[in-house]
């Protein structure tokens, strides 16, 4: 998901870098996944994708807003 990245860093050689659109968090001690829903208006597929993938794999569902973001605060 890097590669929804707004300024399109990355490559071969750089440092991980997370999308703002989806980035690991710790929830309730469980290592997870955060997905902004404005994922969806910038790439439907992708957002689909992680949905489907989290059903397929019997992953839980939170909603965004019962998340914290990697620096702890609430998204926007």
Do not use: W
Request: charged share 20%; glycine share 6%; aromatic share 10%.
């Amino acid at each position: 998901m890097a590669r929804f990245h707004p300024d399109g860093n990355g490559g071969h050689s750089s440092h991980i870098l997370y999308s703002p659109y989806v980035q690991p968090i710790m929830y309730e001690a469980v290592r997870s996944v955060r997905v902004d829903g404005r994922l969806y208006d910038i790439e439907p597929l992708a957002f689909h994708f992680l949905l489907s993938f989290s059903k397929d794999n019997n992953l839980r569902l939170i909603p965004t807003s019962d998340a914290p973001c990697e620096n702890g605060n609430q998204p926007a």
